[in-house]
Every structure is written in structure tokens, then in C-alpha cells.
């Protein structure tokens, strides 16, 4: 399955579980359900508090910016009636236990295969036509901007490299009006580590070479992070122009 199948199918996934939990949600808050409710013999803004909660979180997960805000919400109603549950001596906790762990498992799973690099099966010279020609099949993360880096890298002399992959890179993010986000020393310091791998080493093909460098895709505190202190990468300065690293040891 390729990466942009993956994020098809775990974003179905996302909206599949929220919608459900949202109208189970619902229902459980209704004047209708008080009734059975009772039956716990737990205090009635108990059911509110769980069922508004639920609410809340449901609709957190199925925007886009709040996504994660949502699964960890719904992680921590499903837990709250979970001790709620045992605190009252009521141990068939089955469903609650795989609701609490659904949310979160498909936020980190979606998360995963953000940060993994592009399988479009393109040959290195065909990945960089489509990037310049701005065509990139799918979204374009992190792992996509290393994938970018290698293919450069395999087709065209260092220097000449890193010009025409930076000037790829500021097009790209001036044409989707976010030319802030680039920042000059972060793409020179990972193309050169990416430059170093690839000299150390006599693998040629990107399949490879993604196997052995693993951590090169680790995006929150990553690689640079040995090198760099974190305010230096954010800092204006470091936007745009490289700069050393000022982290040592």
C-alpha cells in the first residue's frame, strides 16, 4: 500500500470511529438514557459529564487542526469511566477499554505515515521533474523532503544540488503562500547529513538507503537537535541563512 493509500485509509478510519463514537455519544446524553443510567447507581452528572465529553472530543478529532486535541481528549473521558466504572464495582469495562485505546492508536498511526517518505515508485530524475514542475503525488512531509534531498543528490553534483533543491523547496512553499516556513538552515544542515550518509556508504537505491538511516526521518526532536538548541533553528536568522551549529557535546 502506498503512503497516500495509507493516509486515505487511516483518515477514513479517523472519521469511521469519530462518527460513531459521536452518535453513541448522543444517544447517551439524551433524557432518554437517564433511565438506564440509573441503574449504575452513579450520580446522574456523571452520564453528562462522559457524554458531553465525548461530544467534544468527537468533533476535535474530525478537524484537521485539532485532530490530536480530540483523540487525547476522548482517551481521557474513556478513562475517567473506566475508574469510574471500578470505583463503583461494575468490572465489564471491555468496550470503554477499546474505545480509550482506538482514538489514540490512529492518531499515532496517522502520525507515523505523515512523517514516512514518498512511494510513488518514481525514479530519482522523475520525483524531481514532478516536485519542480509542482505535481508531488500526495502531501509533502518531512520524510518527502529527505526522499527530495537523496534524488538530488543522486542526479546532480553537491552544489548544484543543493541550489536547485532549496529554490524547488521556496517555490513550493511561496506557491501554497506559506514562504515563511522555510528555513534556509534546517534544509542545508539535513542535505549535507543526507550527503555524508550517502558518502559513507555504497548503497545507491533509496530503499536502502532509507532502511540504514533511520533517524534521519525523525522530525520532533531529531538529528538536529545534537547539533542545534532549538531557539537557534526558530530564530529569524537561522530562517534565512544557514547557520553553525552552536550546540557541542
Given at each position: 500500500m502506498s503512503s497516500g493509500q495509507t493516509k486515505c485509509a487511516l483518515t477514513g478510519l479517523q472519521w469511521a470511529l469519530g462518527i460513531v463514537i459521536l452518535i453513541e455519544a448522543v444517544r447517551f446524553v439524551l433524557p432518554s438514557a437517564a433511565h438506564d443510567f440509573a441503574r449504575t447507581h452513579m450520580p446522574g452528572f456523571v452520564r453528562l459529564v462522559l457524554g458531553f465529553g465525548e461530544i467534544?472530543?468527537?468533533?476535535?478529532?474530525?478537524?484537521?487542526?485539532?485532530?490530536?486535541?480530540?483523540?487525547?481528549?476522548?482517551?481521557?473521558?474513556?478513562?475517567?469511566?473506566?475508574?469510574?466504572?471500578?470505583?463503583?464495582?461494575?468490572?465489564?469495562?471491555?468496550?470503554?477499554?477499546?474505545?480509550?485505546?482506538?482514538?489514540?492508536?490512529s492518531r499515532v498511526a496517522k502520525e507515523t505515515s505523515t512523517n514516512a517518505p514518498m512511494e510513488s515508485g518514481m525514479t530519482n530524475a522523475e520525483l524531481i521533474h514532478c516536485f519542480e514542475a509542482d505535481t508531488p503525488?500526495?502531501?509533502?512531509?518531512?520524510g518527502d523532503h529527505v526522499r527530495l534531498a537523496f534524488a538530488y543528490l543522486s542526479e546532480y553534483p553537491v552544489l548544484q544540488a543543493l541550489e536547485r533543491f532549496a529554490a524547488a523547496l521556496k517555490r513550493y512553499a511561496q506557491a501554497r503562500g506559506k514562504s515563511q516556513l522555510y528555513n534556509e538552515t534546517i534544509t542545508h544542515a539535513y542535505f549535507f547529513l543526507i550527503r555524508e550518509r550517502m558518502a559513507r556508504s555504497t548503497v545507491t537505491e533509496w530503499d536502502e538507503f532509507a532502511l540504514g538511516n533511520a533517524d534521519l526521518f525523525v522530525w520532533k526532536s531529531g538529528i538536529l537537535s545534537r547539533y542545534y538548541h532549538e531557539a537557534t533553528l526558530q530564530s529569524d536568522l537561522a530562517r534565512s541563512v544557514f547557520v553553525f551549529p552552536d550546540k557541542c557535546g
Amino acid at each position: 500500500m502506498s503512503s497516500g493509500q495509507t493516509k486515505c485509509a487511516l483518515t477514513g478510519l479517523q472519521w469511521a470511529l469519530g462518527i460513531v463514537i459521536l452518535i453513541e455519544a448522543v444517544r447517551f446524553v439524551l433524557p432518554s438514557a437517564a433511565h438506564d443510567f440509573a441503574r449504575t447507581h452513579m450520580p446522574g452528572f456523571v452520564r453528562l459529564v462522559l457524554g458531553f465529553g465525548e461530544i467534544i472530543g468527537c468533533v476535535l478529532l474530525l478537524i484537521p487542526r485539532t485532530t490530536t486535541r480530540g483523540a487525547w481528549l476522548l482517551v481521557a473521558v474513556f478513562a475517567f469511566g473506566i475508574l469510574i466504572h471500578l470505583l463503583h464495582g461494575m468490572y465489564g469495562i471491555g468496550n470503554l477499554v477499546i474505545y480509550a485505546a482506538l482514538p489514540s492508536s490512529s492518531r499515532v498511526a496517522k502520525e507515523t505515515s505523515t512523517n514516512a517518505p514518498m512511494e510513488s515508485g518514481m525514479t530519482n530524475a522523475e520525483l524531481i521533474h514532478c516536485f519542480e514542475a509542482d505535481t508531488p503525488p500526495g502531501a509533502f512531509h518531512h520524510g518527502d523532503h529527505v526522499r527530495l534531498a537523496f534524488a538530488y543528490l543522486s542526479e546532480y553534483p553537491v552544489l548544484q544540488a543543493l541550489e536547485r533543491f532549496a529554490a524547488a523547496l521556496k517555490r513550493y512553499a511561496q506557491a501554497r503562500g506559506k514562504s515563511q516556513l522555510y528555513n534556509e538552515t534546517i534544509t542545508h544542515a539535513y542535505f549535507f547529513l543526507i550527503r555524508e550518509r550517502m558518502a559513507r556508504s555504497t548503497v545507491t537505491e533509496w530503499d536502502e538507503f532509507a532502511l540504514g538511516n533511520a533517524d534521519l526521518f525523525v522530525w520532533k526532536s531529531g538529528i538536529l537537535s545534537r547539533y542545534y538548541h532549538e531557539a537557534t533553528l526558530q530564530s529569524d536568522l537561522a530562517r534565512s541563512v544557514f547557520v553553525f551549529p552552536d550546540k557541542c557535546g
